[in-house]
DNA sequence: GATGAATGAGGATTCATTCAT
DNA sequence: TATGAATGAATCCTCATTCAT
């Protein structure tokens, strides 16, 4: 039966001299989708190391020969996963970690680059699993660097806007701890619900806000 | 001492004056710390998923029945090394959680606390491969529990004896973020080396002064 | 009462001169008690296959090693074991298949013959389960056909006793299917208990009866 | 109607127009009857508990890996394979044990029953292996048990058509008792070849005959 | 003689991946 | 392209047997 092209995958779509060839593709773009859902599904289920390709294809429902149509391997499920995440979180999310946040209180910026990335998470936990990844083996790591490093130096800009004098290899430190900051609180977060997932919003905040506040906060770029 | 653990013999035991139990231990004893020192090992390069019982065996040089005669399981090498490196602790770090810290002033205090613990997680860098144990079959995250728990309970401890007059819940979310970003930065500081891992251990007392510092410094102990 | 040695093998037991030495060997025949009964409990709950060598050594409290000091390897404890049932049954029931009953009318015969031998299985379970044995290895099986063929030439003489005149082929089929009927009662009987338990010895009765008393019963040995 | 078997799929396809359940049915369910065939040869010469599924997989001339695509495990095959005896003796043989035998004068009903039940096991001596099953693990039981119970009801029935007046429990001895003459005999049957196969069959006949002659003979049912 | 340790091949089962249709 | 079959090495674990003390 004639499959219709294109419903969903794509947002970004600039079609500037290939729409012809998509056709084809649209069957796939939506495996990929399915295949990475279910992937995402089964690594917050049981790790990296711990999910089968038989067990992501199944939960796509499709074969295994199908999934190594669009995957050479699990570790490129990974990365793929890695990819849709950052792309989806840099369309739906991204502005969050926009420059002109740079000039907002502390407080408020803080409000405005976590609220997001905390909703962001929430929504996709597998993020959450492949940023720990603590099984993941080699080429992973890497492109979860990426994912990683993304955040990393949006950070470090967010800091080096308030603080551009202070020598550059504190700002990284500065910028690496307030990551495995964040991190960490959101494993605190994500473990809990309702109420106390809010609580644990405001404390991370509060963690934040105190560690960031005499580095960025006072007179700072967005005081007055 | 007499220790008998999972194997399974000594069905009529009345230990007059004798340890019968096990004779042959010294061996055996000896035996148990190589394949524990191994599954550390293990375990840090592959995490628990990925290592497998053969590799641990092969890596403390002896055959894999060898391994299963001391440890019924791949679970209960998990909990075996988890319970050593407790009991390690206790017996050589342990003092660092004691209740007369209670008393110093915070930046004192934190020194006293965390630089023993950052130095026995130096030491024995498994101790964080199962902490984080993000893809841990259940009866080990119990086990971990205990681990994690002793020094959750320690925490509270030190803020409770600090702040005695805080609600509950919020004293455990505390602890919780408490222990949580530790858990970060001591990420942080094995990730690094020489002068950058102390300028992370300054970084992540800095971290941890900064927020405990408006709960428990003060008047309190420390004044400032 | 005096052991004889025979500490492992020989099946073909010629004691030339020597019973001095024994002393030392009465602990040994303990042992090779212990181990063989042992090794019923354990064949019985899981089979010949399924048991293993360490099952049988822990069921008798002792270690693997010194099960091996006196058996060369599993199937000698088969074998020793239906040895020991064979002269168990020799020394305490066997005059039930002697010479004298079979001048008994038939009914008589088959209670002077089956009580016994169902006693002793019922106090033996082991002895069934080599019987059947149906998944011992070779050796094993000869060793049994032993202990089978010791009854079924006592059952050919029985048979032959009345019946003197019939061809030879004829009355081994008697005899082997003889045993078989009594074989396969054997296990419904074992398969209940109490009144259940009557209830068929007194149907294998039967059956044996209807089968045998054309051939044997009547007035003297070869009915009509 | 359709029928599914223990895989899940339907290989008798004949719905409308879709067959999606299962498509590539073809390979696969000859690598069931072949796997089922190397099955029934392995279990034969080693019984269940000796056999290994690499032998079964190895004799079927797969990998292991395809055995375990159509079995979840060693115990599925046996299951599977008394499934598939069951089916095919209802298909081939079956009749034998329909009512309209009841009707028969004794001797030419045990013919009618007997001689298809032996032709049947010989051509598929598994059934007999799987039967005894001395070793066999729970579900197989219970699995055999269909397979056991779905005879032992036949035989009931038998009697009870031509012995309606008995008590319930002594019928049903009568048809456990039955049953396991016939295995026994079976067992002598199998052993033999040739003209001495004959003769035991006749044995066999012989032993059920004058068993049950006195309870459905003479003037019962089909008596005279 | 007894013990517990040691062995290593083998057993059931899984899994990433490839192949034929 | 999609499927399910096929693979075989690897995994966890067991077991008969031997060794050192």
Not at 10 to 26: C, H, I, K, L, V
Not at 52 to 77: D, H, M, W
Not at 85 to 96: C, I, K, N, R, V
Not at 122 to 140: K, Q, S, Y
């Amino acid at each position: 039966m004639p499959e219709n092209q294109q419903t969903e995958e794509s947002p970004t779509r600039r079609e500037r001299t290939e729409d012809r060839p998509r056709r084809r593709q649209a069957r796939g773009e939506r495996r990929i989708a399915q295949l990475l859902e279910a992937a995402a599904s089964v690594f917050c289920r049981t790790g990296y190391t711990g999910a089968s390709t038989n067990a992501i294809a199944r939960e796509a429902g499709v074969s295994p020969g199908t999934l190594y149509q669009f995957f050479p391997n699990k570790e490129a499920i990974a990365v793929g996963l890695s990819d849709q995440l950052l792309e989806h979180w840099a369309t739906s999310h991204g502005q969050a970690l926009a420059a002109e946040n740079t000039s907002l209180p502390l407080d408020r910026m803080l409000d405005a680059v976590l609220d997001p990335l905390i909703a962001f998470n929430v929504e996709n936990p597998a993020f959450g699993v492949l940023m720990h990844a603590p099984d993941t083996p080699g080429r992973i790591i890497e492109e979860i660097g990426t994912l990683h490093g993304a955040i990393l130096t949006r950070v470090e800009d967010l800091i080096a806007a308030r603080l551009p004098g202070g020598p550059a290899d504190q700002r990284e430190r500065t910028a690496n701890m307030t990551l495995m900051l964040f991190k960490a609180g959101l494993t605190l977060v994500m473990a809990h619900e309702g109420a106390e997932r809010q609580a644990y919003i405001t404390e991370l905040k509060t963690v934040m806000y105190r560690y960031l506040e005499p580095l960025l906060g006072e007179d700072g770029a967005g005081g007055h």
